[in-house]
């Protein structure tokens, strides 16, 4: 069985440009989380999907990230205008059913470097 | 406001001895603690977790321990080998609009040395 995937694994851009990250979660899973981790810090929820629909999008840090699950299966996450706080390591994860805690299964990351 | 919060960056720990890695937590809402762990370029991997109604979870060289009085826990690996260096995150779960949400402190680096 494959695992979360994620694209791209490292990302570079200046100040003001638009990226959009790419998660493929664990065929059936129909939780899928974003998550960000800037160096040295916590791993920090930004927000959860339930099939297509946002169920948290508390953790958003503000109207420049826009994330979307369109039909259920993979999502995107779109940062416009990225500006360099915005850098870190930006983790998707999947899980198949939270009305009890259940383990979330990770992606590898993507890597963002704005300059 | 950081409500988990593992306050060693980091630990070194001699191959077979035990290592002893801490966290705290302040919100008394959080009903499950989770350990994962991380190695350099790949996500976070689940290792153990405990439920807030027991003290102790035990599953081969790794014991997590709960103390709910001191809001604290800790996971111990006995013996520690050189495969487990990593970034370990202690993690608590509550139950949010009828879905668990997960929250993470920001890691300890072991290093297990051979």
């Known amino acids: 069985e494959a695992g979360v995937t994620q694209f791209p694994s490292h990302s570079v851009i200046e100040k003001g440009q638009t990226v959009t990250l790419r998660c493929d979660p664990i065929?059936?899973?129909?939780?899928l989380y974003w998550y960000r981790r800037v160096m040295g810090k916590e791993i920090k929820f930004l927000l959860h999907?339930?099939?297509?629909?946002?169920?948290?999008e508390s953790g958003m840090p503000n109207n420049r990230f826009l994330a979307e699950r369109t039909g259920g299966t993979y999502s995107t996450l779109k940062v416009q205008p990225a500006e360099l706080e915005d850098s870190g390591v930006y983790f998707c994860?999947?899980?198949?059913?939270?009305?009890?805690?259940?383990?979330?299964?990770f992606g590898p990351g993507t890597r963002l470097l704005v300059l | 406001d950081q409500q988990v919060k593992q306050n060693s960056p980091s630990l070194s720990v001699q191959e077979g001895r035990i290592s002893i890695l801490n966290c705290d937590y302040t919100?008394?809402?959080?009903?499950?603690f989770l350990w994962y762990k991380k190695y350099p370029a790949e996500g976070p991997t689940f290792l153990i977790s405990?439920?807030?109604?027991?003290d102790k979870n035990e599953d081969g060289r790794f014991t997590v321990f709960l103390n709910k009085s001191a809001k604290h826990l800790s996971l111990h690996i006995v013996p520690s080998q050189p495969g487990d260096s990593a970034v370990y995150f202690c993690?608590?779960?509550?139950?949010?609009?009828?879905?668990?949400?997960?929250?993470f402190g920001t890691g300890t680096k072991l290093q297990v040395i051979p």
């Open positions: 994860a999947s899980s198949q059913d939270l009305s009890v805690w259940e383990t979330q299964y």
């Open positions: 065929s059936g899973h129909d939780n």
């Open positions: 999907f339930v099939k297509e629909s946002k169920q948290d």
């Open positions: 919100n008394s809402m959080f009903d499950y």
């Open positions: 405990i439920s807030s109604i027991k």
């Open positions: 993690a608590a779960s509550m139950n949010s609009g009828g879905y668990q949400k997960v929250t």
